[in-house]
């Protein structure tokens, strides 16, 4: 009986594909594909229905219970499956020790348009030119754990489906529409009636003091230069009260504070925690 070989060759074609969708936004946009790695990661993306076009495994996921279970579901899909070497995972994984498996899966049909759900009032996060891939996850995970609809990415974020930000979101990525702004989104927010709100480090209104019933777009901005005073002024601003020895919140701090405080606003006044529409 033959014994499967893994294969030893980081110049193989379909690794060196991986490696690119790793390293440059333009390929992944161009393909439209991007890099989960890890069991659990993957195990969202299937539950999701998103298209997987390739898997790379090792030895340790195939020894696996959970993973063998993986492998044998995404045969059943048809999946193509490429058995590798801990060597070629070493040179693809972005964490120090790589967990066994890695997906090159289509990316998520993003929102086109503001799609949200009926009979609530509107639940939105917008990231406003963050840099930092792991605060853009952190925050994709936490609006979708409070309950958001949408998840609004301005133009000059970093990419969402840059392999941090994948790690940090934890699979929401999968779970809350994401939607790429236009130049005119502060207009149609507006013409829906939608209150803009807009985080800063002092002098807003006590998040407190804010109605979190009501529909609402909450603005996070830049991690050194906050939001621009065009956007502020058309905006309620808000604040989180903090120690005079504290300066500022990480951003994705803030936000997941103000999410989370919104949840239970809104669950205290009897709003029903919708899900998002995903397409």
Do not use: C
């Not at 998103?50 to 959970?66: F, N």
């Amino acid at each position: 009986m033959s014994v499967l070989q893994p294969l030893d060759s980081v110049d193989n074609k379909s690794v060196r594909t991986v490696r690119r969708l790793l390293a440059s936004r333009n390929f992944r946009e161009r393909q439209q594909q991007a890099v989960v790695e890890g069991l659990h990661l993957l195990k969202d993306v299937m539950d999701a229905g998103i298209p997987i076009h390739l898997v790379l495994y090792g030895k340790r996921i195939a020894q696996m219970e959970a993973g063998r279970s993986v492998l044998a579901r995404l045969q059943m899909m048809k999946t193509r499956l490429l058995y590798v070497t801990d060597k070629v995972l070493d040179t693809l994984s972005a964490v120090e020790t790589h967990q066994g498996i890695l997906a090159v899966v289509e990316l998520p049909q993003g929102a086109r348009d503001w799609l949200l759900p009926a009979g609530v009032p509107p639940f939105i996060v917008i990231a406003y030119q963050i840099q930092d891939p792991g605060n853009l996850g952190t925050l994709i995970r936490s609006a979708q754990a409070a309950g958001a609809h949408l998840f609004g990415v301005s133009k000059g974020t970093v990419d969402v489906y840059n392999s941090k930000t994948i790690r940090a979101a934890a699979g929401n990525l999968f779970k809350i529409p994401i939607m790429s702004l236009n130049d005119n989104w502060i207009h149609e927010l507006r013409q829906r009636q939608i209150n803009l709100v807009s985080t800063i480090v002092s002098g807003g209104k006590h998040y407190a003091d804010f109605d979190w019933s009501r529909s609402f777009a909450l603005i996070l901005g830049n991690e050194g230069s906050g939001l621009p005073p065009e956007l502020t002024q058309v905006a309620e601003d808000i604040s989180i009260p903090m120690v005079p020895t504290a300066q500022s919140l990480n951003v994705a701090m803030a936000g997941s504070v103000l999410a989370f405080h919104a949840m239970l606003i809104r669950t205290q006044k009897g709003i029903p925690l919708v899900p998002p529409v995903m397409l």
